[in-house]
């Protein structure tokens, strides 16, 4: 199985600074990497697929890059709206596994 | 627009069977694969089973291989998840997920959720 570990657990971001989420796999998994984003009381949200890719409707302000076994979701500045847990998740192999969540709270 | 819409989650004892539907529109269904992910109370994300589009092959999670089964009626457009010999440590939110032409999921339900306890 492959092991999916995210950084920080937490972090904290005031509105308009950049926030940096980092995945890392414990063996490659090429480029099939997703992200999603998760509120309180609600489904998951896919926002980046193919490690880079936007999926339908994600603002230009989240992207997403690397391969292999490290990975980065980049905003580039944060609104009230991002507030919530991030996971990755890697669909190279099976089981599908995620990483255990960054959230991303209010400095 | 596609809708996903779980059912069936509740109080089970330990020991006990629960079945989970999905009900699907908006989107042609026997197309796609679709999963099964749930997440414990207060904790992250976990990939339970996946069937294919036709429903001829499934793939488990180690946790729940030989207990769950996954399985779909491509005619009435549901996703069903059966869950036998429950323990404390199925209690979740159990969604359903949409794969799309790989592995993630572009499509997710509210979730339903299944509390295991006597």
């Known amino acids: 199985e492959i092991v999916m570990t995210q950084s920080p657990v937490t972090l904290s971001v005031s509105p308009g600074e950049r926030a940096t989420l980092s995945c890392r796999a414990s063996?490659?998994?090429?480029?099939?990497l997703a992200w999603y984003q998760q509120k309180p009381g609600q489904a998951p949200r896919l926002l980046i697929y193919?490690?880079?890719t936007r999926a339908t409707g994600v603002p230009a302000r989240f992207s997403g890059s690397g391969s292999g076994t490290e990975f980065t979701l980049t905003i580039s500045s944060l609104q009230s709206e991002d507030f919530a847990v991030y996971y990755c998740q890697q669909f190279n192999n099976w089981p599908l596994t995620f990483g255990p969540g960054t959230k991303v709270d209010s400095k | 627009e596609v809708q996903l819409l779980e059912s069936g989650g509740g109080l089970v004892q330990p020991g006990g069977s629960l079945r989970l539907s999905c009900a699907a529109s908006g989107f042609t269904f026997s197309t796609y694969a679709m999963n099964w992910v749930r997440q414990a109370p207060g904790k992250g994300l976990e990939w339970v089973s996946v069937?294919?589009?036709?429903?001829?092959?499934?793939i488990y999670a180690d946790s729940v291989k030989g207990r769950f089964t996954i399985f779909r009626d491509n005619s009435k457009n549901t996703l069903y998840l059966q869950m036998n010999s429950l323990t404390a440590e199925d209690t979740a939110v159990y969604y359903c997920?949409?794969?799309?032409?790989?592995?993630?999921?572009?499509?997710w339900g509210q979730g339903t959720l299944v509390t295991v306890s006597s």
């Open positions: 063996q490659s998994v090429s480029s099939n």
């Open positions: 997920a949409k794969s799309n032409f790989a592995h993630f999921f572009d499509d």
């Open positions: 069937v294919t589009g036709i429903g001829d092959s499934t």
């Open positions: 193919g490690a880079s």
